[in-house]
T-cell receptor, first 113, second 110 residues
């Protein structure tokens, strides 16, 4: 029974396209996150939602728009994809904001051609 | 300069060796220190966390924090091939976001 799931696992697309990644957690956590991990394994937070409310919004191009329809779901929509967007995107959740133990999903490997 | 620095490795050791992984940081306001382990093509998972300075032990793993030197370490005793992974340190202030190091890739060969 997967705690944090993401779809799709792999995404290959052309520059300029729009794509979405979905995330769901069944842990009953209040807080969810989106992270980007580049080719050097550097993991950086992009957004965080607590009870459907945006609480962290890092310096991310506004082509990236998160949406949290409810506490258990956090989606990421990316407009006008660029080559530099190629990375692995991880969704995570924690019991509360700023939690030390964050549970990560399996990641979505995005390749922009 | 990144807030958290970590040697990317790879670090290659024989089975049974003691492994030392380290991170340095620049922000003295960090209070919570974590180590995450990430297997290839998987998401990171929390190994250990400590609050402020001191040591914490969990089985073969020991985490140490030296706030005066802004230096944290993770020791793995009796390393096993199954410990082969990337180890990411992470830290934060209060309820702030986690700041991750770049990770150290560890390979334990039989």
């Amino acid at each position: 029974d997967t705690a944090v799931s993401q779809t799709p696992k792999y995404l290959v697309t052309q520059m300029g396209n729009d794509k979405s990644i979905k995330c769901e957690q069944n842990l009953g956590h209040d807080t969810m996150y989106w992270y980007k991990q580049d080719s050097k394994k550097f993991l950086k937070i992009m957004f965080s939602y607590n009870n459907k409310e945006l609480i962290i919004n890092e310096t991310v191009p506004n082509r990236f728009s998160p949406k949290s329809p409810d506490k258990a779901h956090l989606n990421l929509h990316i407009n006008s994809l660029e080559l530099g967007d190629s990375a692995v995107y991880f969704c995570a959740s924690s019991q509360a904001a700023g939690g030390n133990e964050q549970f990560f999903g399996p990641g979505t490997r995005l390749t922009v051609l | 300069q990144k807030e958290v620095e970590q040697d990317p490795g790879p670090l290659s050791v024989p089975e049974g060796a003691i492994v030392s992984l380290n991170c340095t940081y620049s922000n003295s306001a960090f209070q919570y220190f974590m180590w995450y382990r990430q297997y290839s093509r998987k998401g990171p998972e929390l190994l250990m966390y400590t609050y402020s300075s001191g040591n914490k032990e969990d089985g073969r793993f020991t985490a140490q924090v030296d706030k005066s030197s802004k230096y944290i370490s993770l020791f793995i005793r009796d390393s096993q091939p199954s410990d082969s992974a990337t180890y990411l340190c992470a830290m934060r202030r209060n309820t702030d976001k986690l700041i991750f190091g770049t990770g150290t890739r560890l390979q334990v060969f039989p």
